[in-house]
């Protein structure tokens, strides 16, 4: 069996989905972004906990209204060969469904969230928000358990634009979901 060190040479720089497919199989979540390897340990269970009432709240929404499907990690959505991302939750609209594979979901998908933690904040702040702007990933939101608060993001002409935010105990709503109102206070609870 070939392993992931024994294939890579100094002069081979980026990392592909051939790479991440030689990944062991543990606790960590892996990642390849723009050919870069990144791990991380599982969720603490405050981000268990937020992670699965927004999963409990968008997949009842979305299956009511018939608009799609939505997916927790770990999946892994396949922007391109050299990036491979583990969003936290990802949602797939019924006009992009071609793009969900048995596998994996290969394409940018409707909706993106990531939910900081401490040794992934920055990464979803600035490299992973880049590439999903690159790979023109409509909505993008991120969740920060810290300071209570919800930033839903949408593309536009040169990146990501804050469309909203809430705190705490506010709500907002996403053009992804019309007709849906998120309530912070079920979130932080």
């Known amino acids: 069996?070939?392993?992931?060190?024994?294939?890579k040479t100094p002069e081979s720089l980026k990392l592909t989905y051939h790479d991440y497919l030689l990944l062991p199989e543990d606790s960590n979540r892996y990642e390849i972004i723009d050919g870069d390897l990144f791990m991380t340990s599982s969720p603490a269970t405050r981000h268990q906990r937020i992670s699965k009432a927004i999963l409990i709240l968008l997949d009842r929404f979305v299956r009511e209204s018939k608009l799609g499907e939505v997916f927790h990690a770990p999946i892994d959505v396949l922007l391109s060969d050299t990036d491979i991302v583990v969003p936290d939750l990802v949602f797939v609209s019924r006009e992009r469904a071609r793009i969900v594979t048995e596998k994996n979901i290969k394409g940018a998908p409707d909706l993106l969230i990531e939910i900081l933690s401490p040794s992934t904040a920055g990464r979803d702040r600035d490299i992973k928000m880049k590439?999903?702007?690159k790979f023109k990933v409509p909505e993008y939101w991120i969740v920060d358990p810290d300071a209570c608060t919800v930033e839903v993001?949408?593309?536009?002409?040169?990146g990501y634009r804050l469309?909203?935010?809430a705190r705490r105990t506010g709500s907002l709503a996403s053009p992804t979901f019309p007709g849906l109102e998120l309530s912070l206070r079920t979130l932080f609870a």
Do not use: D, K, V
Not at 1 to 7: G, N, P, S, V
Not at 153 to 158: D, E, I, N, Q, V
């Open 1 to 7: 069996m070939t392993t992931l060190a024994a294939r």
């Open 131 to 133: 590439r999903y702007a």
């Open 153 to 158: 993001f949408r593309l536009g002409a040169g």
């Open 163 to 165: 469309h909203a935010s």
